[in-house]
């Protein structure tokens, strides 16, 4: 009897946008939104809030711990939290991921403003730096590559974790896996795994690029050294 190949390419082929909502095509656009979504969202929140946790140290501890709290939840007991309110969308997988962003963002926030040295605070109030003016083109430039740093590491989190609302019915590729599973039929799991892994190195591969971008006086500095 013939063995089964690991790979059926031709699957691969008839699969990956055939119209219907199990497409590989349609499940990567899926996992896209619910994977990117959070993190902007996070990036919204975690902004203004660390920035108000780095102006009043006493709001940051409450504010770690809650989001700390909700970090050490398991994905899949707040996915079916969201459930009963939410309902099979996006959205219960959304909202969850939002707040492990937060968790890993709104410290990121205040410990790249924390990270600004004195003297360079200082010099911008001597140049007659308002505090506005002072916060967009001294203090959040240079807190640009801790931020990115902890953008980098929740990425990657939420394009991973996407995955576990499968279990839900709303998953992004992380149905691949379930469908290879029940089937015992491995192309779909090595597809959704693969995926999943090139999304998370292009994703980090494009925040590494922003960060220099964002900094290129970094990047002179280490040429002059």
């Given at each position: 009897?013939?063995?089964?190949?690991?790979?059926?390419w031709d699957w691969i082929t008839r699969n990956w946008d055939n119209g219907s909502p199990?497409?590989?095509s349609t499940l990567l656009e899926s996992h896209l939104l619910m994977a990117f979504v959070p993190v902007l969202l996070g990036l919204l929140v975690a902004l203004p809030l660390g920035l108000a946790c780095a102006r009043w140290p006493r709001l940051y501890q409450p504010t770690a711990g809650l989001?700390?709290?909700?970090?050490?939840l398991p994905s899949l007991v707040l996915f079916s939290i969201f459930l009963s309110v939410t309902g099979l969308t996006p959205a219960t997988?959304?909202?969850p991921l939002t707040f492990f962003t937060l968790a890993v963002l709104i410290p990121a926030v205040v410990d790249g403003l924390a990270s600004v040295p004195d003297h360079?605070?200082?010099?911008?109030?001597?140049?007659g730096f308002r505090p506005l003016r002072r916060l967009l083109q001294v203090e959040l430039p240079v807190a640009v590559p801790v931020v990115l740093a902890g953008t980098r590491v929740a990425t990657v989190s939420s394009i991973s974790l996407?995955?576990?609302g499968a279990l839900i019915g709303q998953g992004g590729l992380g149905e691949l896996f379930m469908d290879g599973w029940q089937r015992q039929f491995y192309t779909p799991i090595i597809v959704g795994i693969a995926l999943i892994v090139l999304l998370a190195v292009l994703a980090d591969g494009?925040?590494?690029?922003?960060?220099?971008l964002l900094t290129p006086w970094s990047r002179a500095w280490r040429d002059a050294r």
């Open positions: 009897m013939k063995s089964e190949p690991l790979i059926r199990s497409a590989i989001v700390n709290v909700m970090y050490a997988v959304i909202i360079v605070r200082q010099s911008a109030v001597a140049m996407v995955s576990v494009l925040l590494v690029l922003a960060q220099r």
